[in-house]
Nanobody, 114 residues
C-alpha cells in the first residue's frame, strides 16, 4: 500500500489550502482515510478522518476551519483548510486504515507565514 499526498506549500495567514491523497495497492475501500499533522517540537495529532460510509471526525486543533471528503477516485481523500494560522505550520500526513493496519504517507509540508 502506498499513500501519495500533494498540495502542501507556503500560504499566508488567513489563506486556504487543499491537500489531496491517493492510496494505491489495495483493491477494497479503506475503512478510514484521513490526515494527521506534526508541527515542530509537537506530537502528531489528528486533523480529520472519514470512514468508508462517510462518518467524519475532526480533531480539536482545526475544527471549524477544515473540511474532509472522499475524492471522486477510489481511495482518495481531500482536505480543505481555511483561515490558516501560523500555528498550523506542520507536516501533514495522509493515513489509511484497512484490515486493522494503518498506513502512512510520506507527509507534505504546510507553512503558514507572511
Amino acid at each position: 500500500v502506498q499513500l501519495q499526498a500533494c498540495g502542501g506549500g507556503l500560504v499566508q495567514p488567513g489563506g486556504s489550502l487543499t491537500l489531496s491523497c491517493a492510496a494505491s495497492g489495495y483493491i477494497f475501500d479503506f475503512a478510514i482515510m484521513g490526515w494527521f499533522r506534526q508541527g515542530p517540537g509537537k506530537q502528531r495529532e489528528l486533523v480529520a478522518h472519514i470512514t468508508s460510509d462517510g462518518s467524519i471526525n475532526y480533531g480539536d486543533s482545526m475544527k471549524g476551519r477544515v473540511a474532509i471528503s472522499r475524492g471522486n477516485a477510489k481511495n482518495t481523500v481531500v482536505l480543505r483548510m481555511n483561515n490558516l494560522k501560523p500555528e498550523d505550520t506542520a507536516t501533514y500526513y495522509c493515513t489509511a486504515v484497512a484490515a486493522r493496519n494503518r498506513y502512512w504517507g510520506q507527509g507534505t509540508l504546510v507553512t503558514v507565514s507572511s
